[in-house]
């Protein structure tokens, strides 16, 4: 059975790195595909289907909003969760209005499992 894909995008490598750590621990039937900025995600993602992109919101070049947005260009049915530490109502509405979940900083094991749950149910 081929794995499932999931993106994990963050200009913070230590941020990634802690994803990646519980994905490694709790998931391990995931292939993980980094990304530093938005712009490495939209090349990371051409032509490569995935189940579940992890995204920050504060990222230098493009917020985590406007890559979800192109990201569902690409692949419709793609689970989206935006990782933020501050979650304001402005950017919940918009990002609702697109179907994104959101992960409350700091992430844990426990929240992506959430994510996961909502992305099999």
């Known amino acids: 059975m081929e794995k499932k894909k999931a993106l994990i995008v963050d200009d913070s490598s230590l941020a990634r790195m802690m994803v990646r750590k519980f994905f490694t621990e709790g998931f391990k039937d995931w292939d993980l595909l980094e990304a530093k900025d938005a712009l490495e995600a ?11 992109a992890l995204v920050d919101f504060n990222m230098p070049g493009m917020n985590g909003i406007d890559l979800a947005e ?10 989206i969760h935006l990782v933020t530490a501050n979650i304001q109502e402005r950017m919940q509405l918009r990002a609702e209005s697109i179907g994104i979940g959101f992960i ?14 909502r992305l099999s149910g």
Request: aromatic content about 0%; hydrophobic content about 35%.
């Open 42 to 52: 939209l090349e990371k993602a051409e032509g490569l289907p995935l189940q579940l």
């Open 70 to 79: 192109k990201l569902l260009e690409k692949q419709p049915g793609l689970s």
């Open 104 to 117: 409350k900083k700091p992430i844990s094991q426990e929240k992506i499992s959430d994510a996961m749950q």
